[in-house]
């Protein structure tokens, strides 16, 4: 059994202002997009250029946390919203949703093709294996703040959270930092490594985030004021995810149907 370390949620404090670590796993993120797009774009016949990248990543923060923020609080807690709209605007409290981040993204990466004459999926293709860097690092920092804990369990390597209880739980935020951070970058970049046709890695991310975030939702605490939506263990994460294996599934068919796009 292990004991949640009592980390501060805040790294640095310079008089009045306080810099957290939740805010800085973001910045971690952004930071590895930049560096990993930058070497990608500087493969020869990429298409892409270095200062492209730095454009791109632009969109894409305004995306994740727009999107994430906004997410969160329609997904999740929209009644505490209508209750307190200021709550949008405290983002260092925790609270954001990947999968509004997602929407987030596919909507900047969609202005930032029309911007540059790309279409969606030649602008996702080449953003996707990135993504899994930034996820990670987040799920880092839900681990610092002490949110998104799992269910109770009896594995030696249940952790005790004890501004929940004394019961060893899943740290399920720390499953979700291996799967959607490490393991799905691996997987994203090797296969993304090669030439794929149109819409594939786009596919595979979707498709492979999915089935992750399925899994670990059987053993993550569902939120307190939603918990179990149907049959005693489905979950709004379920809800989301399933979605976008199915859609993931559909990419990678159509990709791999139409081989002739480049």
């Not at 030696?156 to 393991?183: I, K, N, T």
């Not at 498709?207 to 939120?223: A, K, M, T």
Request: proline share 6%; net charge positive; glycine share 14%.
């Amino acid at each position: 059994m292990l004991t949640y370390p009592d980390i501060d949620p805040v790294a640095i404090s310079l008089g009045p202002v306080a810099v957290h670590w939740y805010g800085l796993m973001y910045l971690i993120g952004f930071v590895a997009v930049w560096w990993l797009g930058g070497i990608r774009a500087r493969k020869p016949g990429s298409g892409w250029t270095p200062e492209e990248i730095s454009d791109l990543l632009f969109y894409g923060a305004l995306g994740v946390i727009l999107g994430g923020r906004i997410g969160y609080v329609i997904f999740y807690n929209f009644n505490l919203f209508i209750a307190d709209p200021l709550m949008l605007l405290r983002i260092w409290q925790g609270g954001m949703s990947f999968h509004g981040g997602m929407l987030g993204v596919f909507v900047a990466m969609w202005l930032f093709g029309r911007k540059t004459g790309r279409t969606f999926f030649q602008v996702t293709d080449f953003m996707a294996p990135f993504v899994p860097i930034g996820l990670g690092a987040g799920r880092l920092g839900n681990f610092i703040n002490g949110e998104l804990w799992g269910r109770p369990t009896d594995l030696p390597w249940g952790m005790v959270f004890p501004f929940v209880d004394q019961q060893p739980r899943h740290p399920s935020m720390l499953y979700e930092a291996l799967l959607e951070g490490l393991v799905l970058f691996i997987i994203l970049w090797v296969f993304s490594a090669r030439p794929r046709p149109l819409r594939a890695v786009s596919g595979m991310f979707m498709l492979c985030y999915g089935i992750f975030r399925f899994g670990v939702e059987f053993v993550r605490q569902p939120d307190a004021h939603l918990g179990f939506l149907a049959f005693g263990w489905v979950t709004m994460g379920h809800l989301l995810s399933a979605p976008m294996i199915l859609f993931g599934i559909y990419l990678l068919v159509r990709a791999y149907s139409k081989r002739g796009e480049a």
